[in-house]
C-alpha cells in the first residue's frame, strides 16, 4: 500500500502503538552470517518479515552528497530529457566545488562505488553499474554551511540533486 504524503496526518491520527507490529534491531559483524540469519529467522514463529541492511559508508565521512546526471534511465528532474552529465559539467562542478572555502575534501564516487556500497546496503540482490549514477561527497570545514554550498551547485548543468549526508 502506497500512501501519499497528504494522506500521512489523517493515517497518523487513526493509528496507535498497539497497531504496530514489535521489532527489533542488532548488528551482525559478518557479511557471511546474513544468509544464515535471515533463513532462520522467517523460520521462527511470529516473523513476519526480516529486513537485513548494511552500514552507511558515508555517514561521518562527508556532509554533502552532489549526484550527477546519469545512471537510471529514463532520467528524471533536472537530469530528464538532456543524458548523463558531460566532461566539461564536470570540470564546471569540480571548480566551483575546490574554490569554495567551505570545502575540505571532495570525494568522487563512481558508479561501480555506488553500486557496491548499495549492494551492501541493501544486503539482498544484485544490481547493473549503470542503474548508479556518480556522484560527489563533500566534507565541509563546517557542516552549518551545507545549505550554501548545496544552493551553489544544485542548479548546475549535469548535477542530479544535492543534499546533506544523513544516512548514506
Not at 62 to 87: F, H, M, N, S, W
Amino acid at each position: 500500500m502506497a500512501v501519499c504524503p497528504e494522506d500521512l496526518p489523517t493515517l497518523l491520527s487513526v493509528l496507535g502503538p498497539g497497531d504496530m507490529p514489535e521489532s527489533f534491531q542488532g548488528t551482525l559483524h559478518r557479511r557471511a552470517d546474513i544468509a544464515p540469519f535471515r533463513t532462520a529467522m522467517k523460520k521462527t514463529p511470529g516473523v513476519s518479515n526480516v529486513y537485513v541492511s548494511g552500514g552507511r559508508f558515508w555517514k561521518g565521512k562527508a556532509d554533502i552528497r552532489v549526484t550527477l546526471c546519469g545512471g537510471q534511465k529514463p532520467y528524471e528532474g533536472p537530469c530528464a530529457k538532456r543524458g548523463p552529465v558531460t566532461r566539461q559539467e564536470k570540470a564546471a562542478i569540480e571548480g566551483r566545488l575546490s574554490g569554495m572555502r567551505q570545502v575540505e575534501q571532495i570525494y568522487v564516487e563512481d558508479a561501480a562505488h555506488a553500486k557496491r556500497v548499495f549492494e551492501h546496503f541493501w544486503a539482498w540482490g544484485k544490481f547493473k553499474t549503470s542503474n548508479f549514477s556518480e556522484s560527489y561527497y563533500i566534507r565541509l570545514t563546517d557542516s552549518g554551511d551545507a545549505r550554501a554550498v548545496i544552493g551553489a551547485v544544485k542548479n548546475m548543468p549535469g548535477v542530479g540533486d544535492a543534499f546533506t549526508v544523513t544516512t548514506g
